[in-house]
């Protein structure tokens, strides 16, 4: 009991840190840069709502930084993500409060998550691969609320890497056109040519799908929650990895680490499962190992041997 204890503390840090990191990846990316609203602000349906609110475009969009509404609402929106971020440490299954407030902090994710679909011309990968962003909050607070192992829990989780590998698989696959940061990755990573990085994709995008359709097999899915856990952490370093540079101003940390950062439930969720699952294997396993075997009569054999 004790050990199980000290598990579902281990299970649930990992998603805690999970959480964290997606959120903190996510509030350096509005309060130092900006969100990736551009596809849902500069339309004329954004036009329409500042002429009913009685106020020019300019005082709408804001001419400058921090200056009218648009601008003052993504600043908000970038502090609401610094409250997700501290809630993600400080969450209690006691307080209906924080959960709320986080899942809150999920929605925020949604909308985010659609602003970019917009921005990839209405591409339907760009959203189902963020599902593990989305959904890592909701795993969190069913942890918290319902416990790690609580069926709702891990099947949030699946959902979460099953969205994540797909949406990664259709566009490694070709199925959708590949984004050409991709490709960018794989070349300045490994120094392969285009024809060499195409095939490399062509290889992930298949076991991407493999993944999502292995984790309903319970013979193989501990295996492929490993890779996925790799794999995920593989694809969120990538992004530093290629992008920073000794000649850029902070070596580029500001404009690519967190990039990984907000990517870290698609390392982290199959990690939580990977454990989970090994932890019920090796108890079934050692289940059947203590079971007393029969001799051909139907007594135990530890019977028979005193």
Known sequence: MVNDAKLDKGLLL??????????????????????????????????????????????FVGTGANDGFVQKGLSVIGWLYLACTILCLTIRKQSQLQMMGLLAG?????????????????????????????????VLVLALRLGVRH????????????????????????????????????????????????????????????????????????????????????TALARPVAGMSWDLNYWGADQFLHEALLRAPHCLIPLYLFVLWKQRDEVSAKDRTQLPSLAPTGVPTTARSV
Request: glycine share 12%.
């Open 14 to 59: 990992i998603l805690r840190i999970g959480a964290f990191l997606c959120f903190a990846g996510w509030t350096w990316a509005h309060l130092y840069w900006q969100g990736p609203y551009g596809a849902i602000l500069w339309h004329d349906s954004m036009y329409e709502l500042a002429s009913n609110l009685g106020v020019s475009w300019e005082e």
């Open 106 to 138: 999920g929605g925020l994710l949604v909308i985010l998550s659609y602003a970019k679909y917009l921005g990839a011309q209405q591409q339907l990968p760009m959203f189902v691969e963020h599902g593990g962003q989305m959904l890592m909050p909701v």
């Open 151 to 234: 069926r709702l829990t891990v099947a949030a989780a699946m959902a979460a890497t099953i969205t994540t590998f797909i949406g990664h698989g259709a566009y490694a696959l070709g199925l959708w056109p590949t984004p050409p940061n991709f490709f960018g990755m794989i070349t300045v990573i490994l120094g392969v040519e285009y024809g060499t990085a195409k095939a490399i994709l062509h290889m992930a995008g298949l076991f991407d799908i493999i993944v999502c359709l292995g984790i309903l097999i319970p013979r193989i899915r501990r295996s492929l929650m490993l890779y996925a856990a790799i794999w995920g952490l593989l």
